[in-house]
Every structure is written in C-alpha cells, then in structure tokens.
C-alpha cells in the first residue's frame, strides 16, 4: 500500500503545521497582502501628521511676526479766565468757570488677542496616534496563528466533509508524486547521457584526491537538491555518481 509520510521536501513546503513556530510558506503570501493593506493607511497617517506640523509652523510664524503694538499718549489743558468785578463777570465766572478742565490720556494697545495661538503635538501625542496602526500591523503578523485552528474548527462541525476532503488530498498527492517521479526519471536519465562538464569533473576529482574536501566540497540530492548528509545514499552504479537522500532513494 502506497503511504505519503515521509513527506518529500517539496511537498512539505506547501503544507502548513499548526506546531510550527514559525512563518511557513503557505502563509507567508496572505500575511504580505495584510501588510501590503496597511501601506495606504500609514501614508494617509503621514500626510496628516506633516499637515498637522506644517500649519503649526505657520501659524507660530504668524503669531511671532505679526505681533503689533500701540502706544497712544495725550494731554489736554482748558482755561477760562473772566476778568472784571460786576455781578455780569461774577455770573460768567460762576458759569463758564466750570468748563476748566485738565486731563491726560495714555492708551496702550495691541493685536494680541487677534493673533492665533497653535498648540503643536508633541512626541507622546504623536506616538499615541501611530500606536493603533502599529498594533494593526502586529495583527497581520500574529493572524496566521489564530487561522491554523480554522482546519480544527471544520473537522469538529463536519466531520464528514473533513474524510473527504483527507482523501482528496490523498489522492492528489499520490498523483503528484507519480507524475514527480516519473519526471525525474527523465531528467536524470538526461543528466546521465551527458558528459559532466569540467567543473564537475574538477570537484569529484579533488573529492577523490583529497577526502578531507568532502566536508568543505559537500554535494546534494540529484532529485530535490539536499546538501550531503551522512543518510544520503550514492547509485551503485560506478560509472554514475549520483547522489540520493533517503526519502529520494
């Protein structure tokens, strides 16, 4: 009976396991589209934010330049003197001698109350805006964990529908994997009607002359391209040299 496990390492790299600490291939596409979804927001933000400064610094110009202030200063005397000594003067002096006056007037003033007092944002205010939109953008990175468990949630709901879409994977990755090897064959059957060029022929010499170079000269899988390992495994072959790794041999 044919069985998928070991899975090969190009197959490995399409899956998504939900233990995996890491950011794995399958997800990492969805999470650059989120991130790439944030842009607009962030440039929105700067635009505001430079707006924002840009009519600070304006109206600061405002206020410090156009400040004006005046000073207004006078000084009045009124005399009226009636001379004689009649009951007629008498009279006009009772009379008229109300209308002496003396005063002096100083006037200050400013535009002061006109003019615009901006309040510029400051660090904490600024960081405090960009927080929600740094927090969106750690939620697109931490969503690929919570989506892991979408897999988990289906297959309690529907259980049925869950067999049948593990067969239909089965199936398919037997398929695949017929059409992969069957592939392959053909390749290195190419490969191997081929003479090897000198760079090849150079380095399997040297690893022949010198064995100590195998740690340094390390080959890979002729199918999947694995560095060498101490599992993997050479054709027996003489005159062929390939080289295989477990799950390829």
């Keep these: 009976k044919q069985t998928l496990l070991p899975l090969l390492q190009e197959e490995a790299s399409s899956f998504i396991f939900p233990c995996h600490p890491a950011v794995q291939r399958p997800e ?12 607009p927001l962030l440039l929105f933000l700067l635009f505001v934010c430079g707006l924002d400064h840009f009519i600070f610094s304006i109206l600061s110009i405002i206020q410090h330049h156009s400040f004006v202030q005046y000073s207004y200063q006078t000084s009045h005397h009124l005399s009226v003197n009636v001379m004689g000594t009649s009951l007629m003067a008498q009279l006009l002096r009772g009379t008229i001698g109300a209308l002496n006056t003396s005063f002096d007037t100083e006037v200050e003033t400013s535009n002061l109350a006109c003019l615009p007092r901006p309040s510029g944002m400051t660090r904490q205010q600024y960081l405090d805006t960009c927080l929600p939109l740094g927090a969106l953008a750690l939620l697109c990175l931490l969503q690929v964990y919570p989506f892991r468990l979408r897999h988990a949630i289906a297959a309690f709901y529907f259980p049925k529908r869950e067999k049948t879409r593990v067969l239909f994977l089965y199936n398919k990755l037997l398929r695949q994997r017929k059409n992969f090897l069957y592939l392959q064959r053909g390749r290195v059957a190419r490969q191997a009607r081929q003479p090897p060029g000198l ?3 150079l380095l399997q010499w040297s690893r022949r002359r010198w064995p100590w170079l195998r740690r340094c000269l390390r080959r890979s899988c002729t199918l999947c391209g694995t560095p060498e ?4 495994r050479p054709c027996p072959d003489p005159d062929c040299g390939a080289l295989y790794c477990e799950p390829c041999w």
């Design 28 to 39: 990492l596409q969805h999470m650059v589209m989120e991130l790439l979804r944030c842009i």
């Design 229 to 232: 390992t101490p599992r993997h």
């Design 199 to 201: 760079g090849t022929w």
